[in-house]
């Protein structure tokens, strides 16, 4: 079950480079395995974090301070594009990631933070460009605050930004909602649809084969 | 009131209870699992004590993450438990496997059209986000999280909010030499990487209706690529065709009262997009990428992006980063680069009308010295009909390696990468930082080009190479 979300202030690191795919955000053979879960924090960004020798790269933002601390990534346009991978969040909040902040995610990403308690904020580019420069001016000692039930950002330099949200969504972050408990609640209605389905479209339902 | 598109009348089909103004419970017809994820699954729906709700409609087979070396040599111990947890969890909760060595075992993405599993009108879901592919027949096929397989596991519906809808109509006469996977890196390079992002994306045009349904499969392969989750082109007379006296397609009264209702999906000529592109195939050339993104991509006889004539400090800065990694020189010709690898296969590319194209260029010519190029077909029937045709034999004789199906270099999940700063050409998706291996650096082009490319050693034009 996610953990809820209702406000956070915390450090926030820019990473503001135009389409991060999740195998940038976690290599593919970190999760091959089925007990993967609690491995990946270190292996978050693994190809920006590390050199090729294995040590950190000091030139990553994430390995400088305060940004180490960071809770929030305010991200470039398309972050977390490509593979449908949950391991790439699964890494993010392993790594203390609770939030990112950009002008938009690949759509499978987006729907994987919600089923982990990750807020994913969308906002103009213009709000994330200037949310990196407020944060730089202040070598990142400046705090990002957000607060989903009032929907708003608050940047380093005071400034307040509101931002949409799906509010079936937000309900579901801020009281930490199991949907697979949720929709099982419905399994009437499932069993409903699936009996009358049948008789619609019975090649649907009839998959055994003789061959 | 408007018509209604394909999307809306496959969606609206599906929905078991609507949740919110835009989001909804939808039936999900058919669910494949593969080796990566789908133990996992069905491990994390025992451990919440749950039972998988409809076992019928679910399909397994391993593709990710074992060896496609010949006799499967080499799988890695993890590989193997992998394998092993899936046989034992599908064997438990009555889930049909396809399994090595079997006809139906393949990567997931190229068995559900060629088993009939994945019709026009159904919602299909994978933990994969090139679920898309299955869009080339009419369904509404998207990828998905761990989290969402286990929900559709316990419950065979998923929580989704209604898309946008974009429609791309690709018009014109295909130019010889030009391929399916050439038509979309084109789109594309047109509107980039997020273009389709919260969008389906109905591909549409007299192009489309003229592509095989091969063809169509790897357009909508590479949705996800241009952001959208969903890509999907309307039934036709071939789409019937090709899924007609396949193993899972209904049979006899079944298939005519199907095929009736099938008739039904097509966008009404009225429908209305939320946003509509136009192509003009006429005017695109054989595609290759050059940089990190799928929309970093040139007609084969165009030249890499000198990032010096940018204005724009971040596109700039975004180019000078994709060069670096990739070795090479803004403003060069991208035909002639050198190619250490050239990888025929994955989910995109490795359909039996990919072989021949690839086999065609192939034939009675050799791979260059000093390049490894390996044919990996989609699927364990894709490679016996291959083999039939004796398409394996010139393949081997033109110096390629045949192997066993599965995903392989597509993704390296299984090992199967290329080494370090090494060049690949490879008809698979992305040509992502490290996706075929770590600093390995991909170029993304249709079979007959990567075959081409094989022999000459470098990013070749396939049309210089004419039979």
């Known amino acids: 079950m996610p953990k809820p979300f209702d406000k956070l202030t915390a450090t926030a690191a820019p990473i503001m480079r135009s389409n991060i795919d999740t195998d940038v955000i976690i290599r593919i053979e970190r999760l091959v395995g089925n007990s993967i879960r609690g491995t990946l924090g270190k292996w978050a960004f693994g190809s920006l974090r590390y050199l090729p020798d294995g040590s950190e790269n000091p030139d990553f933002i994430l390995n400088r301070e305060p940004y180490r601390e960071a809770e929030i990534l305010v991200t470039g346009p398309n972050f977390g594009c490509g593979s449908s991978r949950e391991g790439a969040v699964w890494s993010l909040q392993e790594r203390g990631i609770r939030a990112v902040i950009g002008s938009g995610f690949g759509d499978i990403f987006f729907a994987n933070c919600f089923q982990n308690g990750i807020l994913p904020v969308i906002v103009d580019k213009a709000v994330v460009d200037q949310l990196a420069a407020d944060i730089e001016a202040t070598q990142g000692a400046g705090k990002v605050s957000i607060d989903l039930e009032a929907q708003t950002i608050v940047s380093p330099s005071g400034a307040r930004h509101s931002f949409e949200m799906d509010p079936r969504r937000r309900d579901g972050l801020l009281k930490g909602l199991d949907e697979v408990a949720l929709t099982l609640q419905r399994d009437d209605e499932i069993h409903a649809f699936q009996a009358s389905d049948r008789t619609a479209r019975p090649w649907i339902h009839s998959t055994r084969i003789s061959a | ?467």
């Not at chain 2, 139906?104 to 994978?126: F, K, M, R, Y």
């Not at chain 2, 000198?306 to 800065?317: H, L, N, S, T, V």
């Not at chain 2, 670096?324 to 060069?332: K, N, S, V």
């Not at chain 2, 995109?348 to 990996?376: I, M, P, Q, Y």
């Open chain 2, 1 to 467: 009131m408007p018509g209604r598109s394909l999307l809306e009348k496959i969606w609206d089909q599906h929905v078991i209870a609507r949740l919110s103004e835009d989001t909804d419970l939808l039936h999900i017809d058919r669910h494949l699992l593969h080796d990566l994820g789908g133990s996992r699954g069905l491990l994390d729906l025992k451990s919440r004590g749950l039972k998988v709700h409809n076992p019928e409609l679910t399909f397994a087979t391993p593709d990710h993450a074992l060896s496609t070396a010949p006799g499967r040599a080499g799988t890695s111990k993890i590989g193997q438990e992998l394998l092993a947890a899936l046989r034992v969890e599908t064997a438990a909760s009555g889930i049909t496997l396809f399994d090595v060595d079997q006809p139906g075992q393949g990567i997931v993405h190229v068995i559900g059209p060629e088993l009939g599993l994945s019709l026009p009108g159904a919602t299909i879901v994978c933990g994969d986000s090139h679920t898309c592919t299955h869009g080339g027949l009419g369904a509404l096929a998207f990828g998905i999280g761990s989290s969402e397989l286990t929900h559709v596991l316990a419950t065979q519906a998923l929580i989704q909010r209604r898309p946008k809808t974009l429609r791309a109509r690709f018009e014109g006469k295909l130019p010889l030499g030009v391929t399916a996977k050439d038509m979309i890196l084109a789109l594309i390079g047109q509107i980039g990487a997020a273009g389709g992002t919260g969008y389906a994306v109905e591909y549409a045009g007299s192009a489309i209706r003229a592509l095989p349904i091969e063809g169509r499969l790897t357009i909508c392969n590479l949705s996800i690529e241009l952001g959208a989750k969903m890509g999907m082109v309307a039934p036709d007379e071939k789409t019937f065709e090709f899924l007609r006296g396949r193993p899972y397609a209904p049979q006899g009264e079944m298939w005519d009262r199907a095929v009736k209702a099938w008739r039904e999906l097509p966008s009404d000529p009225d429908a209305v997009f939320d946003r509509e592109v136009v192509i003009d195939v006429e005017k695109i050339i054989p595609q290759v990428t050059w940089g990190i993104s799928p929309e970093h991509v040139v007609g084969v006889d165009g030249v890499i992006p000198d990032p010096k004539a940018i204005d724009d400090p971040a596109r700039r800065a975004a180019v000078e980063t994709a060069l670096e990694y990739m070795g090479l020189q803004g403003g060069a010709p991208i035909a002639g680069t050198p190619v250490d690898w050239v990888f025929i296969g994955s989910c995109t590319n490795s359909r039996l009308s990919d072989l021949r194209a690839a086999a065609e260029v192939a034939r009675g010519r050799k791979v260059a010295a000093g390049v490894r190029a390996w044919v990996v077909p989609g699927s364990e029937n894709v490679k016996r009909e291959a083999v039939a045709e004796g398409l394996d034999k010139i393949f081997i004789d033109a110096g390629f390696e045949w192997r066993e199906p599965g995903c392989s270099m597509c993704l390296a999940a299984n090992g199967e990468v290329v080494a370090p700063g090494q060049r690949s050409v490879s008809t698979s998706n992305r040509n992502f930082v490290g996706r075929q291996g770590p600093r390995a650096r991909t170029h993304l082009a249709s079979p007959a080009s990567a075959a081409a490319s094989a022999i000459a050693g470098a990013i070749a034009d396939v049309r210089m190479m004419g039979r």
